[in-house]
Structure formats: C-alpha cells, structure tokens
C-alpha cells in the first residue's frame, strides 16, 4: 500500500482545513485508515482512524467534536477535516494504513507528512 497525504498549510486560529490521503492498491476496503501528527520535539501521536468500511471512528481526546475522519471507498481516500485550529494542532500530519480492523499504534504502512500550521 502507498499513501499520498495532501492539503496541509498555514492557516490562522479558527480556521478550517482539510487533509487527504489518496491509497493505491485494490485492498483499500479491507485496511483501517488513519492520521497521526508529530510536533516539532515531540513523539508521533495518534490523531483520529476510520475501520474498514467506515463505519467506526476513533478520536484522540483533544481533536474530538473538532476533527471528522471519513473515507472514500470509490477513490481509495481517506479525508480529515480539521475545524476550530488551534496552535496546538501545529505537527506534521501523518496519514497511515494497517490491515487490522483497529488501527494500531504502530501501523504498517506511512504516507509521507504534510505540515500543518496554525498561527495565533
């Protein structure tokens, strides 16, 4: 499995952005799907992972009611909304793939980063 991760920036505090990460492979179905971010100086942490059909979400407790995760079965990409930014959310975004129905914490497969930006 590739991963391509798309659609970081610099934006302000209370502003929106939205991630991409575009899968190769035909088994995109069967992986759960997830993003992880690491912030200047710290350890790679989880963020938000979606289940194979999408029909179960996980949040890390800081994002959740700001960050919506979901996938696009049909274009094999996996989506983050991010909403309500704040400088905390600054980190490089990791986008991830593993064929277990619960993401690990350790997947199996990375994307590259995209660099999230907040300013104050």
Sequence with gaps: VQL???GGGLVQAGDSLRLSCAASGRA?????MGWFRQAPGKERDFV???SPRG?????????????????????????LQMNS????????YY????????M?????????GTLVTVSS
């Design 4 to 6: 391509q991760a798309s």
């Design 104 to 112: 690990p914490t350790r997947p199996n497969y990375w994307g590259q």
């Design 28 to 32: 995109f179905g069967t992986y759960s």
């Design 95 to 102: 986008c991830a793939a593993d064929p277990r129905s619960v």
């Design 55 to 79: 029909g179960v979400t996980y949040y890390t407790d800081s994002v959740r009611g700001r960050f919506t995760i979901s996938r696009d079965g049909a274009k094999n990409t996996v989506f």
């Design 48 to 50: 938000a992972a979606i």
């Design 85 to 92: 930014l704040n400088p905390e959310d600054t980190a490089v």
